[in-house]
């Protein structure tokens, strides 16, 4: 097992009431999941947001909650419903429904990581699938959402960040005629995770840091968005991609020579956001 579910980083003060999240940024494989993988060392991490959490990791210096990842997504995918099993890889589990994520290999236990590579020889038992869900993905959603509740509670709403980085290959297909090339996407389910204003801000921060943003095409934010994002009671979430390419060499999984760059620009992009919302507490607002 991963020695820890997630790691946080608390500001003192919390001063805001966002939550930065990266729930695909874990690197800590161990050598029992390692020695059951057909892929190398190197190859495993592929699907791995690498170097996300240090992409944000200022959040708490402007009074922002920081909730990181520690275990791999090749491991078990904090981004994925815990019932989204694949019966593909899945021990004693039938087929119920077609879901389009689950049947490429990439359910919350993944069958694969990118490029469609399997990670396993066969199938994993059920009782490693729900030993995986209970240990690493529940804790980590449990402080998650403990997270947004307190942050409701203090500061009256709550917004997610959910910080993710993309393949550059992603947007290959989706640069209009003449266009320039996304290096942000913003995701908010097509306007149902959050309200519009906090979005329209999230992509203002990241176009006045000189970032060229996209919304919801082609990601409009898959579980954690969907799931938390709930606008009517006060509970907002916004997925982020950033395109690796700018920070990072992706066939080496290494930063490359603009990173320190990207690092200091998104530092003014996650002051911006840490500044959605209410700064106050209630009882303080209300005097």
């Known amino acids: 097992m991963p020695e820890t579910s997630y790691h946080l980083h608390m500001p003192d003060p919390q001063t805001s009431c966002v939550v930065f999240a990266s729930p695909h940024s874990g690197c800590d494989y161990p050598n029992s999941f390692l020695r059951t993988t057909v892929l190398d060392a190197h ?4 699907s791995e947001d690498a170097f996300v959490d240090r992409l944000f990791d ?11 990842a520690g275990a791999p997504r090749a491991y078990i995918d904090l981004n994925r419903s815990a019932e989204e099993l694949d019966p593909a890889l899945i021990e004693g589990l039938r087929r119920t429904g077609h879901n389009p994520r689950v049947a490429s290999g990439l359910g919350v236990v993944p069958r694969v990581v990118a490029g469609g590579r399997a990670i396993y020889r066969g199938k994993l038992p059920r009782i490693e699938a729900e030993h995986r869900i209970r240990r690493i993905w529940k804790p980590y959603h449990d402080r998650l959402q403990a997270l947004l509740s307190a942050a409701r509670e203090t500061f009256g709403e709550a917004i997610l960040i959910d910080c993710h980085s993309m393949p550059h290959e992603a947007l290959d297909g989706s640069v209009r005629l ?20 906090i979005v329209e801000r999230v992509e203002a921060a990241f176009a006045a840091a000189g970032f060229v943003v996209a919304r919801n095409a082609p ?8 799931y938390y994002g709930r606008p009517s009671r006060g509970q907002h979430a916004v997925q982020v991609e950033i395109d690796r390419a700018l920070y990072m060499d992706e066939a080496t999984i290494t930063p490359n020579a603009r990173f320190d760059d990207v690092r200091s620009a998104l530092r003014g992009v996650v002051a911006e956001l840490a500044d959605l919302g209410d700064r106050q507490p209630q009882q303080l607002a209300a005097e």
């Open 58 to 68: 200022c959040a708490p210096q402007f009074g922002a909650a920081f909730l990181c």
């Open 219 to 226: 990601f409009a934010g898959a579980y954690t968005t969907q």
């Open 178 to 197: 003449g266009g320039k090339r996304p290096e942000v996407v913003i995701g908010d389910r097509f306007g149902a995770s959050a309200r519009s204003e």
């Open 43 to 46: 190859s495993i991490r592929s």
